[in-house]
């Protein structure tokens, strides 16, 4: 059995673990990140795209005068400042538009939502505006005749799974080790009680041994798992919540301005976003079991065609592209029964007395505050106070992440003399721009011209980026590389069921080949 040793073992590579990977190298510490299937496998990648504040959280804290909730608002909204400039090629500003009912209603928004721009301060993106019918109209050409006016107001959208493999594989090239389909199948301890590393197991039966000073437990939904690991009887924290999405093949916001409806009849919100062409709708929040966790039900799935269809009745034919479901980790407050209602989004990083350091909780925007709090109980365990980090930009991005912009402009008149000259070369620019950032210009020169010609209209992925994904992005399934390296199979699942064959072929040649379908329910 080999063994390793390092200050920290991070346990699950989704959004928390990753980021948390990514904070603790910049501070020099030597850290391994284990994660059982692929980077971002789970919810990380199945969430609605959106780095937001929580217009929904904001209402919530005034008509319950919580002022943690506003802070949390406000902790969002600076998070979706921080993304925004160090990823400006994975994430970018969305407007939309909240339809309003009457002047009254656009008053209560208008105020609302100006103080939604109000608390990002310096990290704000735009101001909210009102929209007339015209302009509503314009925008959302499709929309159901009796809306008089609305909102319109600015969040993010970011492209999750990438932002989460990107923070993994920036973290590996600054010296974490980065492991994945390595499920942990036991933790160790020392001869005081306190765990002191793990032991993993690959898919042929091979066992490892990782020692390490502090082991985190970032594995979402799944922490109590791994906290019942550490401690047999200790109380379970988790709850899990389904979120739907479906994809509709029809553009609903052409001019990308997407939908947010306030309160359904059953008090959610609802999206409607423009998605690679697409719009994207979700999404649901039906309490279930973990397994149940990715798994859409056909009640979820016309729950959310009836709401495109009240909006949108204009609509001859509404077909779905693909549809996905992700678990969200609710965190039940410590002491609540295990089925209290009383769960909420925030975050907590717990120490159980055998050392073991959970992250539990937390949504996507705020998976940076989640990591250096993490962090500074890892340190008090190490003795120490979390030290400063040292710049570490994102692949894909400038050492200064300001730069980042103009660099993209000058790069893609590189672009254009590498692409094949064609009606989608402007697409193709801005798709793997938006992939890889300041590098596409050095991938696409090291491609065959044959490589980089597009393999689908829906979205213009080639050759190139396919052998890429899993030469160098660890990608091993197709799975891995059809719906979390590319995003098509999220968008249009029989398009992606097309290219099957050619990245199965890619994928044995690289002898990661094996007979696991391409699924989103799992």
Not at 27 to 46: F, I, M, N, Q, Y
Not at 50 to 78: M, W
Not at 477 to 505: F, G
Request: with cysteine; hydrophobic share 40%; aromatic share 4%.
């Amino acid at each position: 059995m080999n063994d390793d040793s390092f200050d920290l073992l991070v346990i699950g590579g989704g959004a928390s673990g990753a980021c948390l990977t990514y904070e603790a190298v910049s501070r020099g510490l030597k850290v391994a990140l284990l994660e059982g299937h692929d980077l971002g496998g789970g919810t990380s990648s199945r969430s609605t795209k959106l780095l937001h504040g929580g217009v929904r959280y904001l209402e919530l804290a005034f008509k319950t005068a919580d002022t943690a909730q506003l802070r949390l608002v406000r902790e969002a909204l600076l998070e979706r400042g921080h993304w925004l400039r160090q990823a400006p090629f994975l994430a970018h500003r969305l407007e939309l538009a909240l339809p309003t009912g009457g002047l009254i209603g656009q008053l209560y928004y208008r105020l609302g939502l100006g103080l939604y721009d109000a608390l990002s301060g310096r990290a704000g993106i735009g101001s909210s505006r009102l929209l007339s019918r015209s302009l509503l109209r314009e925008a959302l050409p499709e929309l159901r005749s009796d809306v008089s006016g609305g909102v319109a107001y600015s969040d993010g959208q970011f492209d999750d799974a990438r932002l989460n493999l990107l923070m993994a594989l920036t973290a590996e090239r600054a010296g974490a080790v980065v492991r994945t389909r390595t499920p942990v199948v036991e933790l160790e301890k020392d001869s005081n009680g306190s765990v002191c590393g793990a032991i993993s197991e690959n898919a042929e039966g091979e066992s490892q041994r990782w020692r390490a000073r502090v082991v985190v437990n970032a594995t979402g939904i799944h922490a109590d798992a791994l906290r019942r690991m550490a401690d047999p009887d200790c109380q379970v924290r988790m709850l899990t919540s389904r979120g739907v999405h479906i994809v509709l093949k029809q553009q609903l916001c052409p001019q990308r301005i997407g939908l947010l409806l306030p309160s359904t009849d059953d008090g959610r919100v609802l999206f409607m976003l423009p998605f690679f062409g697409r719009t994207l709708v979700g999404t649901t929040d039906t309490p279930c079991s973990q397994p149940q966790a990715a798994i859409p039900s056909d009640e979820e799935q016309s729950y959310l065609l009836d709401y495109v269809k009240r909006w949108f009745p204009k609509l001859n034919d509404t077909a779905i592209g693909s549809c996905w479901a992700g678990g969200r980790p609710l965190l039940k407050p410590a002491g609540a029964d295990v089925n209290s209602s009383r769960v909420v989004r925030e975050h907590e990083v717990e120490t159980q007395p055998s050392g073991l350091v959970s992250v539990l909780g937390g949504k996507w925007t705020t998976c940076r505050p989640m990591a250096l709090d993490t962090l500074t109980a890892v340190y008090r365990q190490l003795g120490q106070s979390l030290p400063a980090a040292r710049q570490l930009p994102l692949i894909g991005s400038d050492a200064d992440p300001e730069q980042t912009p103009d660099r993209l402009m000058v790069q893609r008149s590189t672009l254009r003399g590498l692409l094949p000259d064609s009606p989608t070369q402007a697409e193709q620019i801005e798709h793997l721009e938006s992939s890889h950032g300041l590098h596409a210009a050095a991938l696409v020169g090291s491609w065959t011209e044959k490589d980089r010609e597009p393999l689908s209209e829906v979205m213009p992925i080639c050759r190139g980026e396919l052998q890429h994904a899993i030469e160098q992005e660890k990608a091993r399934s197709l799975t891995d590389v059809l719906a979390r390296r590319s995003r098509l199979a999220m968008i249009d699942l029989e398009e992606a069921q097309r290219l099957t064959p050619l990245v199965n072929e890619l994928l044995q040649q690289h002898g990661h080949g094996d007979s696991t379908p391409l699924e989103l329910h799992h």
